[in-house]
């Protein structure tokens, strides 16, 4: 069976085709990055309308690079949220256009699970697995029974760790997406020399919290812009942001952990999905809280933990 897949619910604009045997035909993804630059974050209007532009000629080449045509697929998937609105109808209304003249099944995706269900695909993870997903827009841990089998043991309170990478990077000046420009800055810093206060550490549960460190960072990056911040300033700030914040996901992880072990004893293995999971210090951190506890940590390759639509056709 092959499905075409469209993404289009933040500012990339993608497609691909994907078999039911785990095979990627194609996967191309469109970034806008360059026309919300100059905006220095992702502007709404503008990416619906980008889609609109692209949408076609996208589809066209993933079915192009597929050697397919659409006559063969055998379904049209489309992300129907959540996400940026304009962008989503764009998507699903092509999708839906597509599945109409071509007679084919249309299939609305919820974008979160595209993400919690990649590992299946790329490393064909067994049910149940501990899911934790961090993007622009949600940070949360899940426990997946199976295909629309979820059990949510917590999630932020306030901003996803994508969105504090992305405002992290807005006030050290750096360009957008923030995530990648904080994690290259970060390389060169020192983690040690901001002690930020590391989120929730009287509170058990699987709860995060990511706008007290961002709120630390931003007064950190104020007080030092008054007497003169220097670039190694702004590397050491980068470093000890994603420290406190690298601590505050394994804390929560190592919690997570045991109310997994509770629920499903029989559960090995840890998934990390979604933008922020691209990240190879989080990464790092986390793989030595799931080794400790005997676990195995997945994590798709990087091109599949940011917005694509691989993971909605799969
Ligand atoms: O899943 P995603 O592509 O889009 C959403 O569904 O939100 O995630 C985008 C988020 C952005 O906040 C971006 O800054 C973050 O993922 N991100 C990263 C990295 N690459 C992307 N954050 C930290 N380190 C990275 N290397
Ligand atoms: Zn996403």
New binding site residues.
Partial sequence: MLVLGIET??D?TAAAVVSDTREIRSNVVLSQTAEHIPYGGVVPEIAARAHIEHVDTIVAEALRRAETALVNVDAIAVTGGP?LIGGVIVGVMIAKALASVHGKPFIAVN??EG?ALTARLTDSVEFPFLLLL?????CQFLVVHGVGDYHRLGGTVDD????A??KT?KVLGLS?????????LAATGNPKNFAFPIPMRKRGGCDLSFSGLKTAVRMQVTELQEIGISEQDKADIAASF?YTAGEHVAERLQHALKEFARLCPDGKNVVL??????????RGRLESVTQEQGMRLIVPP?AL????AAMIAW
């Avoid at 996803?160 to 969105?163: F, S």
């Avoid at 957008?176 to 290259?184: D, H, I, L, S």
């Avoid at 999905?273 to 989080?282: D, F, I, K, P, T």
Wanted: hydrophobic share 25%.
């Fill in positions: 619910s933040c990339e996400g974008h979160l993400h961090m993007s622009g827009g949600h996803a760790l994508g969105e990478y992305d990077a957008y997406p923030g995530g990648p420009a904080v994690e290259k994603q999905a979604g933008g922020v999971a691209a990240n190879r210090y989080l990087p933990c940011t917005d694509n």
